[in-house]
Each structure stands twice: as C-alpha cells, then as structure tokens.
C-alpha cells in the first residue's frame, strides 16, 4: 500500500498546487483534469475493492467502501467543473471551491490509509464516518456534491436488493 499511497499524496499536492498556480492567475489551467482522473480512477479501484472484499466484517467493508465511494463521488464533480468551468462561466469560482474541499478530500484520504493499513475498530470506523460527513459539507457548500439523482443512477439494484435481504436474514436469526 505504500507506493499507491505516496503517489496519490503527490497527486492530491500537485492538484493543490496547480489550483494554488490558477488562483494566482484567476483562470482555469485544464491540465489539471489529468490528474484529477488518476485519484478519481484510484478512488473508483479502491471503491470496488472493498465493495468485493468478504475476508472481513460487512461493517469494515462498508465503512471503507462508502468512504471511498464518497472520495470518487466529490472529487469526479470537482473534475466534471473543473472541464466545464470556462462554459458556464465559472472561472475562477471552480478554482476558489476546489481550494476548500481539497483539505477535507487530503484529510478523508489518509485515513483511509491508515485504516487500510491495520484493524478498524470501532473508533476507526466513526472517525472514517465524520471525515465523510465532513468531506460531504464541505463539498456541497462548494458546489461539488453530486445530486441525488447523480448519485442513485450508479447504484446496481440487485446489489443493493440481496444485500439488504441478506441483512434481514441476519437480524431475522440474531446474527446482526
């Protein structure tokens, strides 16, 4: 884990500073979509890892798939304003929002790291869950929260469906 995570803290840097470089000069620098799509693409690897994983809890998995899904989620917006920025006429203002959710996204990012890298307990868990909440304000005070509609259109309805039975066979039998 300690190569992907050092290339993707250099990722999320150079995204920084390239946003740093575009408010100086108050206009977009699409050079950055490249990188964006790259922790986009790592989020979305990871995402699945955990959306497959059953060699631990259904809890730790979920914690860990949904704090992933929710990186992929935010910084995919980010990167869907950052390409339509001079149309809709967003320059800078896409700029000045990717700045304040970038921290949040760096913050969620590392602990998921750490999480990955040993045993989540129960505090691991709920600290996971406040960065997302966190990650998820933020976002959509910034205006890089997908909708709802954006959201619910990637959900597979079979998973979902045989999960949730799966869940109710479990607190059906005292398992849960």
Same mark, same amino acid.
């Given at each position: 884990?300690?190569?992907?995570?050092? +290339?993707?803290?250099?990722?999320?840097?150079?995204?920084?500073?390239?946003?740093? !470089?575009?408010?100086?000069?108050?206009?977009?620098?699409?050079?950055?979509?490249?990188?964006?799509?790259?922790?986009?693409?790592?989020?979305? !690897? &990871?995402?699945?890892?955990?959306?497959?994983?059953?060699?631990?809890? &259904?809890?730790?998995?979920?914690?860990?798939? !949904?704090?992933?899904?929710?990186?992929?989620?935010?910084?995919?917006?980010?990167? +869907? &304003?950052?390409?339509?920025?001079?149309?809709? !006429?967003?320059?800078?203002?896409?700029?000045?929002?990717?700045?304040?959710?970038?921290?949040?996204?760096?913050?969620?990012?590392?602990?998921?790291?750490?999480?990955?890298?040993?045993?989540?307990?129960?505090?691991?868990?709920?600290?996971?869950?406040? &960065?997302?909440?966190?990650?998820?304000?933020?976002?959509?005070?910034?205006?890089?929260?997908? +909708?709802?509609?954006?959201?619910?259109?990637?959900?597979?309805?079979?998973?979902?469906?045989?999960?949730?039975?799966?869940?109710?066979?479990?607190?059906?039998?005292?398992?849960?």
């Amino acid at each position: 884990m300690t190569v992907p995570f050092v +290339s993707d803290l250099v990722s999320f840097s150079e995204v920084a500073s390239m946003f740093e !470089h575009m408010s100086a000069r108050r206009s977009v620098d699409s050079s950055v979509i490249g990188k964006l799509e790259t922790l986009v693409a790592q989020a979305r !690897h &990871r995402e699945s890892f955990w959306l497959k994983r059953r060699a631990v809890s &259904r809890d730790d998995a979920f914690v860990m798939y !949904h704090s992933w899904r929710n990186m992929r989620l935010v910084l995919s917006k980010m990167k +869907s &304003r950052v390409e339509v920025a001079s149309t809709a !006429h967003e320059n800078p203002k896409v700029v000045t929002d990717s700045l304040e959710v970038l921290p949040c996204a760096v913050e969620l990012f590392s602990a998921l790291y750490c999480a990955e890298g040993g045993k989540l307990d129960e505090n691991g868990k709920l600290e996971l869950l406040e &960065r997302v909440t966190t990650l998820r304000s933020v976002a959509s005070q910034a205006s890089m929260l997908p +909708s709802l509609e954006e959201e619910l259109a990637e959900v597979d309805e079979k998973i979902v469906n045989n999960e949730l039975a799966q869940m109710a066979r479990a607190i059906g039998a005292g398992r849960y």
